[in-house]
């Protein structure tokens, strides 16, 4: 057996193919990396596909958000109330700048917004005086109160009706300016980093407008449109005042009055984005940093309501059970009696 092993393995034609095995195997494991993809590459290929995915359906909720405001807007007057309001002639006695500036804090563009707003506030005040009084004195509410008091009482209903839209508006706004501060930014972040790379300033506004989508839809849509109004309005000066007045804030004021400088004298964008950036983060962290110190005097009500009684409760617990069981002087008169013994 070992004979014919040595013979094989002696023999040219089994060498051959050995060699040819040999000579395969490495070809194979040569090409094979090369055929496949660098791994690296395919990782980063998935990844940008992923991304692209999740950028697609942000874009699309984004898409959505806005229609869904567009037709809110857009929608036909229901019951008439733009006619109601012209007759009436509201926009005179209850509509100022002020009322449409707020207005378009809250995200609220155009006439119909306007019209629904001064309809509730004419509405409304009916509304919540022929409540309270049903309340009143059909319910019977106050059955020992004067009539005088009754009818007070429903004159502060109607009161809160008038007063209701407005309430409204501004939770909408504070809400939608607390938004905006949050991203606002990483947003100029974004914006300084495109303006450096040698984009545009509309590029970068459409291009920060998508990206910053996933923390604030709000800024997203005043970006989107500073973008159309810079294509479309005569005077680009008037793009940034509009993006400052819409958002009330004063960081995005700031960031409107400098790019408006540089329109306007020719200055670099950029430096001034930089020093614009770095004083946003520093004042968001001056405003955690406010929180945080404003929170050990907030605690202090709840840790008396709540912690000190539980506190109490049980270190003088056990000794109210044992004097409640025993008496205050009951060990004491029955050690005497024991000695007296």
Known sequence: MTEIVIRTLGEPSFLIAMLVAVAVFATIFTVAPVLGGDPLKNRMNSVALERDELRAKQRAKLAAENERKRTSLREADAGGMRTIVDRLDLKKALADESTVAKLRMAGFRGQNPLTKFLFFRLVLPLVGFVLTGAYIFIFDAFPLQPPFVKLFV????????????????????????????????????????????????????????????????????????????????????????????????????????????????????????????????????????????????????????????????????????????????????????????
């Not at 509309?202 to 810079?230: K, Y």
């Not at 405003?287 to 110190?293: D, G, H, L, T, V």
Request: charged letters at 20%; aromatic letters at 8%; hydrophobic letters at 45%.
């Open 154 to 341: 429903c004159v502060i209903g109607a009161y809160a009706g008038f007063y209701a839209p407005v309430l409204y508006v501004n939770n909408i706004a504070s809400k939608r300016k607390a938004s905006i501060t949050r991203a606002w930014p990483d947003a100029l972040d974004l914006l300084l980093i495109c303006v450096e790379s040698g984009m545009s300033v509309e590029a970068a506004f459409h291009r920060v407008a998508r990206e910053i989508g996933t923390q604030s839809v709000d800024l997203a849509e005043e970006f989107v449109l500073t973008n159309a109004e810079l294509s479309f309005l005569q005077e680009r000066r008037q793009a940034y005042e509009n993006l400052a007045t819409r958002t009330g804030l004063e960081s995005v004021k700031s960031v409107a009055q400098a790019l408006i400088q540089a329109e306007r004298y020719g200055t670099p964008v950029a430096h001034a984005l930089r020093v614009l950036a770095g004083e946003s983060r520093d004042q968001r962290m001056n405003e955690a940093e406010k929180k945080a110190a404003a929170l050990p005097p907030k605690l202090t009500v709840p840790m008396i309501i709540f912690f000190l009684p539980v506190l109490f409760a049980v270190i003088l617990g056990p000794a109210g059970i044992n004097i409640s069981q025993n008496g205050i002087f009951g060990d004491k008169q029955q050690t005497q009696g024991e000695s007296e013994r």
